[in-house]
Every structure is written in structure tokens, then in C-alpha cells.
């Protein structure tokens, strides 16, 4: 057992020699996430094609103007003619088989119903909807690379407490093999301290595998090379005291979640899609103009082989009378959707006050925990060095000695773990407020 052990040691040793460590904080590598993430590209690439959706829903309520041309070429005809008086013939539908033709026109719409202009509004909001989703999306990023971040810091800071665990078991051992050499210490002495090293060293493997996860966890999130050793450079013993009130950080919650913020701009867009629908019940009215230039000009008679210019001008006015019903299915559609979307809005504000709670409950469940474990490592510390000097004087067994060193094991485990969880429950709580708090 112990050499395969080592083996897996030395294995992971090679490995980790044959990178190049890279030093990171947790702001570096929540600056580098930002950058590499997909996810945001993604959101952002949404956000870009709602912007082109409230471009393309506000361009709808200016004029356009467009231009066109065409050549078209005729088969020969009999020419169409007159006798005159004066025995000549005047042509009255000649042979043109060359036409020519390009209309200038412009075309605005006069009046909507303001369907227009609620169109461009609910385009307005899922523009604003998209934008904050992208910022939902940094701050769940973020949360992701916390979370990461802190879990390499623990694997590190555990896998340490467990080398300098497993020289204090080397120590002991050596001296109680002697000990049996001279028929001071019993077999049994031995074999129960060489258990507990082996259960130490297993537990240092065990903590390299978790590192070894939680660093391929970074390099996806930072998109690293998969041969990059990360070396985290935060403490995380330095974690901020100030938390809040409750009712302070749920209402500044309800103000700053950018998911709120978008859902309620989701709502505007549903109500303005109300007023879309039912802009369909009122007339729509449309002003047009448009200049032509033909050869031959088809509107002038009798057709010459000549460019002639003519121009329009119409006002058009539409109702619609009866539809069957599609109209008021319609608007009773967008209005039950609008509906959906303020109910699901007073769910989430319901869900974050939850979240806000659950999340502050445990900073202050780890932040006892810290204290706790602190206790903890200061008695066993305590008691591992009275029980090292009455084992050395012969006063105790090598077992409550053996017992001392795993108890203060056990209390190193616990502080690495509390500090880390404290750092990771103060990441949910911003995340869960919506920004930092001061």
C-alpha cells in the first residue's frame, strides 16, 4: 500500500515540476474568466442582436425612400397609326422595343395607432432585458471562479496540513520503532502509528486529486492550457466583518439584481405588446409619393421613344371591418402573456429574499465555525505538546500521544475548510445581494 501510495506522490510531484506555476489572485483570475468565457460571449451576442431589433423596430416609424430601375426589351409589333387629313399617318402605339425606367419613391406612415411606437418600445425593453442577462451572466461567472478559486485554495492549504501531519507521524514512528527495538513500545504501538500515517498520506492523495479537479475546474473557466500549474495567491484567513442588517441587504437586493431588472424590463415589453395588439383596432393611414422617369413614359400618350418624367402623390387609409375574431385573440394573448411575466417577476423577488436570507445565515453559521475551529487547533496544539512531553517522559502511552497528533490533524482540516467556506459563503451573498457591499 505505502509504495503505491508513493508512486502516486511522485507521480503527481513529476507533474506538477513540469509546469510553469502561474501565480494567480482571485482578481486576476476573475479578470481572465470574463474574457475567455463563451457564456458571455453568447449573452453579449444576444444583446447585440436585440439592439438590432430596437434599430430595425424604430426605423419603422421614419420615411423610406427607395429608388429602382429596369430595362426591359420588347418583340417588334405592328406600329398602331392614323390617316390625317393631309394623307400623312400619325402614330399612335409605335414599335419601342427599348423601354427604360426608374422610379424615385417615398413612402411615410402618418398615422398607427401608436403601434409604431409600442413596437419600438417592447424592443427597447428586451434590448435593456438582454443587456442586464449579460450582467447576470458576469456575476453568476464570477460566482463560478469564486467557488473554483476557493476550492484549489483548500485542496493547497489541506494538502499542506496533511504533509506537515504526516512528518510529525514520521517522527513519532521512528522513535516508537525504536522504542520497540529496546522492548520500550510494543508491536502494536508501531502498527497503530503506521495506520494513521498511511490514513494521512491516503488523505494527502485524496486532497491532490481534489486540487488536481479544481485546477482543470480554472483552466476551463480561464481557458488555460491544460499543463498550467495554478498557484492561488489569496489568504483565506482575510475575509471582510461588515455584513448588514437583513432587511437592508434583501431590499438592496430587490434594487440591484440585474435578473429582477430584466425581468421587470421583460414585463414593460409585455405590456407594450399589449398595446402593439391593440393598436390593430384603429385605422392605419400612410402617405406616398414617388417621381418616374420612363422611356418610353407609358402614362403619356401617345408613347414616344423619349425619357418623359410624371410623379404620384396618394394618402391611403385602411380599417379593418371584421377579422373573425383574430384581433381580440390576439390581444388577449399578450395580455395573458404580460400577465405571466408580473407573476413570475413577484416569484423571483420572492426567491431572492429567500436567497438573501439563506445566504447571510450562512456566512454567519461559517463565520461561527471559524471561531470554533480556531478553538480547536489551539487546544490540540496545546494538548499535542503537554501529551509529546509526558510520552517522552514515559508518563503516557504512544497511543494518547498517537491520539493528540490526529486530533490536531483533524482541527487543521477543520480551519482550512471553515476559512474557506466563510470566503465561499461571502461570494454567494454578493451574488445573492446583487453587488458588494461596502
Known sequence: MKKSAFTLGLLFATAAASQDPLALTLQDALERARAASPRLARLDALRRSAAADERHARAAQRPDLDVSGSYTRLSDVPELSIPQPDGTQRVIFPNIPDNYAARLSFAVPLYAGGRLSAAAGAAGQRHEAARLDVEAGVRDLELEVTHAYWNLVVADESRNVLAAAIDSFDAHLEDARNRRRFGVAAASDVLAIEVERDRAELRRLEAERARGVAEADLERLLDLPASTAVVPAEDPADAGDALGELDALVTRALERRPELAALQARVAAAEAAVAVESAARKPQVRAAAGIDMAQPNRRILPPEDE??????????????????????????????????????????????RLEVTARRLEVETARAGIAVAEKAVLSADENQRVTGERYREGLVPSSERLDAATARLRAGLDLTRARVALRQALAGLERAVGAPWP
Not at 390581444?331 to 404580460?338: E, I, K, S, T
Open 307 to 352: 425619357l418623359e418624367d410624371s410623379w404620384d402623390v396618394s394618402v391611403s387609409v385602411t380599417y379593418n371591418l371584421f377579422d373573425g375574431g383574430k384581433r381580440a385573440a390576439a390581444v388577449a394573448r399578450a395580455g395573458a402573456q404580460a400577465e405571466a411575466a408580473r407573476q413570475s417577476l413577484v416569484e423571483l423577488e420572492r426567491a431572492v
